[in-house]
């Protein structure tokens, strides 16, 4: 019983101990449209390692993150990005995959914001 | 000459419909009045061209067709536009509706005021407040009435005391929480459910099986949160009436105030009465309680975005009394003689309960929150000749901490709960005083892998001076399977002790004897119960002609390692002793749900229950469990015209034949059968929406008018050996017809 006690203590310290660690706020702009490029932007960059928390808002463009910095850096999540399709600033997508974007997705088109994204 | 005239006039006809074909329609709105009336220079335009005209005074337009274009765009400043698919030259009429209207109708058509998630782990039924306003719902026990997954049953025969049901499984299995802090337990386990007002709720989340580590171990078929409404988010003003056929009242108000953006204070009150000495059955007992309920409640709320802080405080004071037996009884002069049968249960109940929550600013999956609890609950009754008093303390109080592990693919929450049980019971001339103290830590971990494949894995350790030192595990997995379909599957383990008398305290209302065969554990002699609850559930959401159809089935097991009996099986006794051998409980259960026309849903439910249990006399069924429950409910609600709407709803249950205790020992005029008849139960209510701010309903409940032949066993002699209201299995009471009105601004 005491064991399992300590246990879960010592987690709990170890986890607390954890989010002291570097956690560094970054902001920059990804291109995309709607909330499907939400999901795929999110889930691409949360994968890689020391990213710990993403958020993309699809009408300011915006993408958050909180990382650390030891582990990752802007360049290495742009570029993870940019290779699921959407650009940034020093990262552009490949045409293979961008072609592959659902079409409310492609966002290089200006018309397609006005596309129905209710659905997604 | 004619026949050049007609033939002029046919081919001005075919020239008219070949080359110049006309679209034509009429553009309305509704007025003040509700009446539609022409709308003027609206814009109709083919889509994606600018081929157009405008409608003329009346709202008619007339367009050139033209094969190019397929669908018409009607438009008009401060109306939502239309888009209309051209497959016939007359369109007939076009309503447009207000730009504000049309946003409202957005808002409550996108949500169903039940919900089954594909996403949550969990197998988790949301039910919203709309969904209770289609019951007469003047308490929790009754807004489970149009929501399949929750059974209603009554308690007994006398005391018409609403319970719940899950999985085939009572109350005590269950879980009850308001705002995720325990609720409806102990000494509240019979009448708790009418403590808690239908209005106050803002909604109520139902999970099936095995529950989540965080609120503790007791829970064994599953959980029910009920979240009450917020000072911030609340309406200011609330009032609500009602009445029955019955002489049954009910009153509700709440009153809201913000202090500040962040601060809310709230103020709300119930009060009901049963006044009606109803005997409809000509047993000589009445058919429902004699009642008096207050209840008070005083909420404060504290929600800072800014600094990541919230908190809520509670305060709530309840008096309930209730007079019950036979109708000529009078509790001046024949309160425990044997002139008049009759009962009296006298209830105060206060409970003061505060949370306190954190959101780290810069890290927002990392939070930490803090709940506690403290009640009072003190019931005096007497049930004929049997005395019966309980007083509970509880304290309970619970700290959580919420982060990642490496990225929020990871989550976790882990805690410590503190909780401490004090109960003191006077049994006819025995006390019973026990104490329960527990301490105990939880450990969840959540896995998402963001492809559709999701877990969550619980532990929790406890050590409690009852119970001994014990590890409660609990695990939930989901898997995406194709479009809108999930697979879900649980199991999980929960113990608990039992409060023999107050989770059964319908036996007082029979000459039953009162039997326990301990073998030596803390609670009466007896060792507490676990058990083992396993599930897998499949649902799909599909669109099938335009409309959300979505199906789901689920089939959980309850295996019991230990459990008391509760043995009704000789009719001169009830006996508590623990599990010798088997019991588990099977559930299986499918739904289905579709929108038919419009606005007209339709639910449907199949469930089928095999509960099954070793007693000192055998194997056999649980006694007074329906076989199966067919449900149908029926809604529809009329498009809401300036503010107004017609809201009809109908439900029908359709319910098995059940097990009846052995009464064969009995004289053969106090013998019963071995099973119950199957019947069916009809509830409808119409609501009438005036405004925003007011509306009126009607319904009936059981307007089949079916009722229990018999329910109480030798009525005519409650203080012979024969007398019995336990073996209940449909309702005293028949048709019961009300009206109600809110109001709130």
Redesign the interface.
Known sequence: ?KT??FA??T??LV??G??QEK?K?VTFEIKGNCGMCKNRIE?AA??I?G?????WNADTKEFHA?IDERKCSISDIKKRIAEVGHDSEGFTAPDEVYDNLPECCKYRDPASIHMDHGKH | MVRSYTFLLLLFFTFNCFSQLQVTGRVLEYNDKGKTIGLPDVNVYWLSSTIGTTTDLSGNFKIPFNKDYKFLVVSSIGHRSDTIPVNRPSLGNIVLYPNVVLEEVIVEKEFAPLQKSLFKVQNVVAVDGREMLKAACCNLSESFETNPTVDVNISDAILGAKQVQMLGLNSPYLMFTQENMPSIRGASQVFGLSFTPGSWIESIQITKGAGSVLNGFESISGHINSELVKPLADKRFFVNMYANNYERYEFNSRVNHNISDFLGVGFYIHANLRNGHIDRNKDSFLDTPLAKQVNFMNRWQYLNPENGWVSYLNMQYLSDSKEIGQSDFNPDTDKLTSNSWGSEINTSRWDLSAKVGYVFPDLPYQSFGFQTAFSSHDQNSFYGLNLYDINQNAFYSNLIFNSIIGSTQHKFKTGLSLTHDGYKETVNSSSFNRNDNTIGAFFEYTYDNLEGLSFEAGIRADHSNNLGNFVTPRFHLRQSLWDKASFRASFGRGKRGTNIFSENQQLFASSRQIVINGTGGNYYGLRPEKAWNYGVSFIQKLYLWNRVLDFSIDFYRTSFEDQIIVDWENPREIAFYNLDGKSRSNSLQIDLNYEILQDFHLRTTYKYFDVIADYNSGRLTKPLQPSYRFFVNLGYETQKKYERQWRFDITSNWLGKQRLPNTSSNPEAYQLPTHSEGYVLVNTQITRVFSNKFELYIGGENIGNFTQKEPILSSNNPFGPYFDSTILYGPVLGNTYYAGFRYKI
Do not use: D, E, Q
């Open positions: 019983m399992i006690l879960v203590f987690v709990m986890s607390i954890h989010g956690n706020s889930k949360i994968k390692k990213v710990k928390f993403t958020s909180i």
